[in-house]
């Protein structure tokens, strides 16, 4: 009985210690501080009557915010997308992605204008939001386009270098993975703009190898969350198979729209069970089994991109939608 | 001596002759010489005559015996006798009570004979003024005198004179025609050095003279100046006395109506209105748009009557609490006190002590009225405040609910916001945003410098075309902003008040205002809208949003 005792306080004490341990999530963390900064501003009513940026964000509670880091961008983002009202949070994807979006005011139109995304319609949605769920995927051919135009222009000696060398600054952290390939292949015209976006942790007058080395042993903690997108399953053509022959099941049509790596997960739902020689590949196989009548085995396939370096904050969509395949095993002759 | 009427002639014939015949007899008659010759007397008035230097012709020992004074009236042809006395009896006196022309003769008689008929005789003109001035007259007014010399047309003055006495101080002298008769003059209702003589009771004195200093006659009444005054604060303090008679004199509010929010519900879409609560029974307290209007009069007067009347929609409270307990006077309504009565009297001066506070309604205006009239019913002054009830009532009332009204988070923010100074005219919005609406854009968010930026969509300033991109805004690249868009600097800027010319005010904080297309204020306020950061667009007076947040007008733009 005593044991017994011993036993359940000992649990119960494990417990209260893992409790104690517990860490808060990134997402509670956020939302902590973020309340905070709701709380300064609503101290300070006059602030919603201004249209510049001033008190609103030069206090603690928001930059607190900001030291987040990219951790906490994708709970910014979602916040932002829930309530627009707290549109102001996007100051803060700013100043941790150090990303500006250029605007222009078209007097014809009477309206703003953005250059780098023309297919933005304004007022549909702010831009911001687009630039998150899916501009960034521009980032390397702006990057691209802005570089060349920067190197012709310092070649030909020509003005107008200093506008493209911010106009690639201001693609921030998330044109990096470009950069340090550029750098790697020998542009070192681009170590200045990396340690710019890295804060200097790359130093202006860095080496290649330097470079490269710092990125392959930090670089994961340098990419941004953007958000994942669900990846699609694809568990093949329907099909016969004979008995005691090999069949295989073909989920390599499966692909993640963010290019993810994928991991696969098949399932029989149907049917006398086989055994499927590795159910976490693309592609299965199993022996039909021998029958007296006509039988068709369905077997799902789910994949999940879970893999893939941008998952560092659990995010959803990371699981497909089930897909099926049906398998017709003809009777035994 | 002048020579009279035939029957003197026959008597002087007589006396000739007698003379000679004494002369034969050597016994000359006495000679009676009267002083003065001519004399002027104010009728009720004595005039007094010697006869000491009448003397006899004979030789000394001889004296005047007996005088003998006679007054002729030559209005009634007749003779009195006066006064009849010994040798000490050379002086005589006698009271006119009628004015005209008269002759004072004296005939003196010596010792040596009985009788004698040499006289001398005085001219005398007996003068009566008489003035007759209304008992009242109005403070700042004239008044017409009438005024009678007599006697007429037989006997003009020297000069005449309108006196006007404050008690024995002399405070006015007008000259007037020196010719006798009736005529009528008016006194303007100032003293000598050209101020209105104050509200008291002063003496109207006709005087009458010649240039004999002792020759002069007065006449006179008694008029005292009213003054009945309206003294009307309005939302700019006190009005000036000569201006509230003038249209717009006093400006108030009349859509302040802090006391229930959900009157506002009653005048869709919320516009500003009157208050619907105030006639209830439980009283109002602490509206700011009560305004002070002070009553008063002078001198106290004991007869006549005082009339208050409302020309207004506004009402007329008898303190800063409303309610139907203490109301005064609603529109239309007048108040009347006799002041020969006592009690409405202290009913009247109650209110001049304390006095009432008046509501604007409506957007109309009108006037309240203080008018004395005389016990003849006779209006003599009155006075007029007249009242212009404004209001910011292009948009519509902010917002009473939640838990930081509108009302309390504009005027928490912009202090010299007055309530019924602003309205709200446009909801809020995150699209556009100050600057944008100054220069009447509703679909972009103007910042000054790229760290300005509250939104991915803000459109810099401090960037291509208009600036340099340094991080600082200069006054010529908000000029250059403005000109894009067709707004040139004014020739006026602050800190002065912005003329009517401005369209476009720009504050030392960065924000910035566009003048409204209204004539909100009847023309005492310049309205200006200002878009309020992501919050609503209201429209108010051009300095009422100086403070921390927008700073005070920095630059004036006008369209050229």
């Known amino acids: 009985m005593k044991a017994l005792m011993m036993a359940v306080i000992l649990w119960m004490v494990g417990d209260l210690g893992s409790m104690s341990n517990a860490q808060p999530t990134m997402s509670e963390i956020f939302e902590q501080k973020y309340q905070a900064w709701r709380d300064y501003l609503h101290s300070h009513p006059e602030f919603r009557f201004l249209s510049q940026a001033g008190p609103q964000f030069d206090c603690s509670q928001f930059r607190e ?100 060398y911010s106009q690639i600054v201001d693609l921030g952290i998330a044109a990096l993975p470009i950069i340090v390939q550029k750098v790697r292949h020998g542009d070192t015209s681009l170590i200045p703009i990396l340690s710019v976006l890295t804060d200097g942790i790359i130093g202006p007058n860095a080496t290649t190898s330097e470079c490269s080395t710092w990125w392959d042993q930090n670089g994961r903690n340098w990419l941004i969350p953007f958000p994942n997108r669900r990846p699609v399953a694809r568990a093949g053509e329907d099909r016969t198979a004979s008995p005691g022959d090999t069949a295989r099941l073909n989920g390599l049509s499966s692909m993640d729209p963010d290019g993810s790596e994928l991991s ?70 | 001596m002048k020579l009279r009427y035939k029957h003197q002639l026959a008597v002087l014939f007589t006396l000739c002759l007698m003379v000679s015949v004494c002369h034969a007899c050597f016994n000359l008659p006495p000679i009676p010489v009267v002083w003065p010759e001519e004399e002027i007397v104010c009728v009720d008035a004595y005039g007094s005559f010697g006869g000491a230097s009448s003397h006899d012709q004979d030789e000394a020992g001889e004296y005047i015996f007996t005088y003998e004074w006679w007054l002729y009236d030559y209005q009634t042809y007749s003779y009195v006798n006066f006064y009849t006395g010994d040798y000490y009896s050379y002086m ?34 007996v003068v009566r003024v008489t003035v007759d001035s209304p008992a009242y007259m109005g403070y700042k007014s004239s008044v017409e005198i009438d005024y009678m010399i007599e006697p007429e047309e037989i006997w003009d003055p020297d000069y005449v004179n309108l006196n006007i006495y404050y008690g024995a101080t002399l405070i006015r002298t007008i000259p007037l025609a020196a010719s006798s008769g009736s005529h009528w003059t008016t006194w303007d209702g100032k003293a000598s050095e050209g101020t209105w003589a104050p509200a008291a009771t002063y003496t109207v004195e006709v005087e009458v003279g010649t240039e004999n200093p002792d020759h002069e006659c007065y006449g006179s009444d008694v008029v005292t100046i009213v003054d009945v005054n309206l003294a009307a604060s309005d939302l700019f303090g006190e009005v000036a006395e000569d201006d509230e008679d003038l249209p717009n004199g006093a400006f108030i509010h009349f859509n302040l109506d802090n006391d229930d929010s959900s009157d506002n519900t009653q005048e869709a879409p919320k516009r500003p209105g009157a208050d619907y609560a105030q006639n209830g029974t439980t009283p109002v307290t602490g509206e700011n748009d009560l305004k002070l209007i002070e009553l008063s009069m002078a001198p106290p007067l004991f007869e006549g009557s005082i009339v208050l009347s409302n020309m207004t929609l506004g009402k007329l409270w008898k303190s800063t609490t409303k309610g139907s307990a203490n109301l005064l006077l609603g529109p239309g309504g007048e108040l009347s006190w006799n002041l020969a009565n006592s009690q409405q009297r202290d009913q009247f001066w109650q209110l001049c002590t304390n006095p009432p506070y008046m509501e604007g309604a409506s957007s109309t205006g009108g006037s309240v009225s203080l008018v004395y009239y005389s016990p003849t019913s006779e209006q003599v002054k009155a006075d007029c405040a007249y009242y212009h009830f404004i209001a910011a009532d292009c948009g519509s009332q902010p917002r009473t609910t939640g838990s930081l009204s509108e009302r309390d988070w504009f005027e928490g923010a912009f202090p010299n916001l007055v309530r019924c100074e602003w309205s709200i005219t446009a909801e809020a919005s995150a699209v556009y945003n100050c600057i944008a609406w100054s220069v009447v854009e509703t679909n972009v968010w103007y910042v000054t410098v790229e760290s300005a930026r509250l939104h991915s969509y803000d459109i810099v300033i401090d960037a291509p075309p208009w600036g340099d991109g340094n991080g600082t805004l200069s006054t010529t690249e908000l000029d250059a902003f403005y000109s894009s868009k067709n707004y040139v600097p004014s020739s006026t800027q602050p800190p002065s008040e912005p003329p009517a010319e401005v369209a476009v005010i720009y504050y030392s904080e960065d924000h910035a205002a566009h003048r409204m297309g209204c004539t909100c204020g009847a023309g005492k306020w310049i309205m200006f809208e200002s878009k309020c950061g992501e919050g609503p667009k209201i429209e108010h007076v051009w300095n009422q949003i100086n403070g921390a947040s927008y700073g005070s007008p920095s630059r004036y733009y006008r369209v050229p």
């Open chain 1, 264 to 333: 696969y997960e098949w399932v029989q739902l149907s049917g006398p069970r086989v055994s499927l020689s590795d159910a976490t590949t693309a592609t299965p196989a199993f022996v039909a089994p021998e029958l007296q009548e006509q039988t068709t085995l369905v077997f799902q396939l789910i994949v999940n991109d879970a893999g893939d370096l941008s998952k560092a904050v659990p995010t959803p969509n990371s699981k497909s939608l089930p897909a099926v395949v049906r398998i017709r095993v003809n009777p035994k002759r």
């Open chain 1, 65 to 164: 915010i900001v030291s987040l880091g990219l951790p906490a961008i994708p709970y910014v983002a979602e916040r932002i997308a829930r309530d627009p009202n707290e549109r102001l949070l996007w100051r803060a994807i700013s100043q941790i992605a150090k990303v500006k979006i250029r605007t222009q005011y078209d007097p014809n139109r009477r309206e703003t204008v953005f250059p780098d995304f023309p297919d933005f319609k304004p007022g549909q949605q702010d831009v911001f939001l687009y630039w998150w769920r899916e501009g960034y995927k521009r980032t390397p051919d702006r990057f691209l386009n802005y570089h060349s135009e920067w190197q012709a222009l310092r070649e030909q000696r020509q003005a107008g270098g200093a506008q493209k």
């Open chain 2, 92 to 125: 005589a006196a006698y009271c006119f009570d009628t004015p005209g022309r008269y002759a004072v003769d004296l005939y003196v008689e010596e010792d040596e004979a009985t009788w004698s008929t040499s006289y001398d005789t005085c001219e005398v003109t």
